[in-house]
């Protein structure tokens, strides 16, 4: 099972961190990543992290503002953004895939960011 936290309101130009914790299974055999859900939107692809740490993807849309990483020992992903902006505004969904596997299998209940602007 996979707890995202961490959403909240905020204005452009601001910070949030969203951290997504893990239950059940080994942490550490899985990559993570985080999806978003914009209303009216198919939900996309923002950022992954492979399961040992190291390859992470981002889409263009957030390089250079979001930064993913994540804590093996804590079973949790962490999801840094800075400098958001309105389009930033999106439920945010953690999901995770067994390492050597195509498909995020697991998800979270998502956590809403909302950037004002």
């Known amino acids: 099972q996979l707890q995202a936290s961490g959403g909240g309101l905020v204005q452009a130009g601001g910070s949030l961190r969203l951290s997504c914790t893990a239950s059940g299974g080994t942490f550490s055999m899985y990559d993570m990543a985080w999806f978003r859900q914009a209303p009216g939107k198919e939900r996309e692809f923002v950022t992954s992290?492979?399961?040992?740490?190291?390859?992470?993807y981002y889409a263009d849309s957030v390089k250079g503002r979001f930064t993913i990483s994540r804590d093996n020992t804590k079973n949790t992903v962490y999801l840094q953004m800075s400098s958001l902006k309105p389009e930033d505004t999106a439920v945010y969904y953690c999901a995770s895939r067994l390492r050597g596997y195509s498909n995020y299998e697991n998800w979270g209940q998502g956590t809403q960011v909302t950037v004002s602007s």
């Open positions: 992290i492979r399961w040992s740490g190291g390859g992470t």
